[in-house]
């Protein structure tokens, strides 16, 4: 099976900065798109940024230039920078993956386990 780990969600105030960090792990044959996503209390999931095996990068209009999507293919880690942090951006940030497994013939979406993301105003 494929894991996806996250770190480096914490408490930041506004204006500040964050990097997210999320490796896969496992039987790993191919990563297709990465991606974060977020839920805030009260509301649905909700994209913030992707990017392609190939780093095409696609973001949420609430989060364009202010959050940059990165990975390192290699190392199969997907990062999210995230800076001028407002107090809207609090959520649970999800790392996703679209990935094949050794010895398959399918891409399936595999989901990390959040980390929470807070900005104090």
């Known amino acids: 099976q494929v894991q996806l780990v996250e770190s480096g969600g914490g408490l930041v105030q506004a204006g500040g900065s964050l990097r997210l960090s999320c490796a896969a792990s496992g039987s790993i044959f191919s990563v297709n798109a990465m991606g974060w996503y977020r839920q805030a209390p009260g509301k649905q999931r909700e994209l913030v940024a992707t990017i392609t095996s190939g780093a095409s990068t696609n973001y949420a209009d609430s989060v364009k230039g202010r959050f940059t999507i990165s990975r390192d293919n290699a190392e199969n880690t997907v990062y999210l920078q995230m800076n001028s942090l407002k107090p809207e951006d609090t959520a649970v940030y999800y790392c996703?993956?679209?990935?094949?497994?050794?010895?398959?013939?399918?891409?399936?979406?595999?989901w990390g386990q959040g980390t929470l993301v807070t900005v104090s105003s």
């Open positions: 996703n993956a679209n990935t094949r497994e050794w010895g398959t013939f399918r891409y399936l979406e595999v």
